[in-house]
């Protein structure tokens, strides 16, 4: 007898939602990946990694119906938008964070900053020279004309990278729902049903008869 399958038609629309916005954020994430490794900014990047893994966990939990799956994405989330939310108040020095003090996104490896820095829109970069303000290795440079500041762009997009991750945690958490609900009216999902699999019995009336031979 074929084997019933869970209904989908009632949870198509949060699945295929749920896949967009993962892959929204997919691609958010590796281009943000992208400047933050030009930028040697290694906090970040070590974010960013992770990120990219928990999304592809989500994006594999949502097309295989596995709820465990999309719960850790959604946990995750949370995560992620505390991280981001600690960008934004870095960028904006809100309270004792300063970026003239702390190299908190290189690990204090380097005096590297944002890429977005010296190649912000509208930016002219001139170099000083002659200065003895800059280490061993480095340079000082102004830059002027900037159409939009470095702190403000990396703020826009941790702010996209909340609003995201606000709208993939709900759907997260109502598509794992409904994947757990199917699992609780169901046995077992892709594989034997509760019809179960049941091997051919000897039958009971056969009795072994001696055999004579002619001596």
Not at 138 to 152: A, E, F, K, P, R
Request: aromatic residues 16%; hydrophobic residues 45%.
């Amino acid at each position: 007898m074929p084997r019933s399958e869970p209904s989908k038609m009632g949870k198509c629309d949060g699945r295929c939602t749920l896949l967009v916005i993962c892959s929204l954020q997919l691609v958010a994430a590796l281009q943000r990946q992208v400047f933050d490794f030009m930028g040697y900014q290694w906090a970040p990047i070590l974010a960013n990694f992770l990120h990219i893994m928990a999304v592809i966990l989500g994006m594999f939990g949502t097309v295989q119906f596995r709820f465990r799956y999309l719960i850790f994405y959604a946990v995750w989330l949370v995560l992620w938008v505390g991280w981001n939310s600690f960008i934004i108040c870095f960028y904006l020095e809100v309270g004792n964070l300063s970026q003239d003090r702390d190299f908190l996104m290189t690990f204090n490896t380097s005096l590297h900053r944002s890429w977005w820095m010296e190649h912000g829109p509208g930016c002219l970069v001139t170099p000083v020279l002659d200065s003895n303000m800059a280490p061993d290795d480095h340079h000082v440079i102004t830059v002027s004309g900037c159409l939009l500041d470095y702190q403000y762009i990396e703020v826009l997009s941790s702010a996209f990278q909340v609003l995201l991750a606000l709208f993939g945690f709900v759907y997260a958490c109502y598509v794992s729902k409904v994947f757990q609900d199917d699992e609780d009216s169901f046995d077992f999902i892709g594989g034997f049903d509760s019809y179960g699999y049941q091997p051919p019995q000897k039958s009971s009336h056969l009795q072994l008869q001696p055999l004579y031979t002619a001596g």
